[in-house]
């Protein structure tokens, strides 16, 4: 069974600096795919990154980068310069194998990041 | 593209009572799912349609719980007789053809059962 951990319920960062949300998965399927997304307070699901197994550069997305490292079966969320705008809800998914190919999310609880001024 | 839609995006109901969901995809993503998020909990899969068909089903989708697409295009999802433990977030995804990436959220509709 696919699984989704994030340790870190709540993390605070200061205004222009960096912040590494962490996400360990696990799986014993050899092709998955790894999101980030990101829920305001308004509720609606953002797409950040994604990462594929199979990918050799880690992702990268303007300010979103994702530190993949297979071995450690980790998938970490790198915000650069954080802004007031990034505080919200981050949710680390995988991309499960079900029936038929069905490309369902499986997620994890969450990281609530707030960015002080 | 006007992204995916839900309505109502707020429903408050008694227990007991029937509700009814209603999620309209991006216009050429074949693949639509559904997810419910309690609170302070990530979202987690309810089911999914390929076209008009729903191929898979969590066992979190009680007999009380129905989806439909029947023209593959907009889904509804119908739980009868609520309970208070029905009461989240429930959210409805698509996808393209391809499936490979990114799955497109909705507003969600938040049920609370009272």
């Known amino acids: 069974a696919q699984k989704i951990t994030q340790t870190q319920p709540g993390m605070f960062v200061q205004e222009k600096e960096a912040v590494t949300l962490d996400c360990t998965y696990d799986?014993?399927?050899?092709?998955?795919?790894l999101f980030w997304y990101k829920q305001p307070s308004s509720g609606e699901m953002i797409f950040l990154i994604y990462q594929g197994s199979y990918d050799q550069q880690n992702a990268t997305e303007g300010r979103y980068s994702l530190n993949f490292q297979k071995a450690r079966k980790s998938a970490n969320l790198v915000i650069s310069a954080s802004q007031l705008g990034d505080s919200a809800m981050y949710f680390c998914a995988m991309r499960g194998r079900g029936m038929d190919s069905s490309y369902k999310l499986i997620f994890g609880s969450g990281t609530r990041l707030l960015v002080r001024p | 593209d006007t992204g995916v839609s839900q309505n109502p995006r707020h429903k408050i109901t008694k227990r007991g009572q029937n509700v009814t969901f209603r999620c309209d995809p991006i216009?050429?993503?074949?693949?639509l799912y559904w997810y419910r998020q309690t609170l302070g909990q990530g979202p987690e899969f309810l089911t999914y349609?390929?076209?008009?068909?729903?191929?898979?089903k969590s066992r979190l989708l009680s007999d009380r719980f129905s989806a439909e697409r029947p023209k593959g295009s907009f889904s509804t999802l119908e739980i009868q007789r609520t309970e208070q433990g029905d009461s989240a977030m429930y959210l409805c995804?698509?996808?393209?053809?391809?499936?490979?990436?990114?799955?497109?959220f909705g507003p969600g509709t938040r049920l609370t059962v009272t």
């Open positions: 216009s050429e993503h074949n693949r």
């Open positions: 995804a698509s996808s393209d053809p391809g499936g490979e990436v990114e799955q497109y």
């Open positions: 799986t014993s399927d050899p092709s998955y795919g």
């Open positions: 349609f390929q076209n008009e068909a729903q191929l898979e």
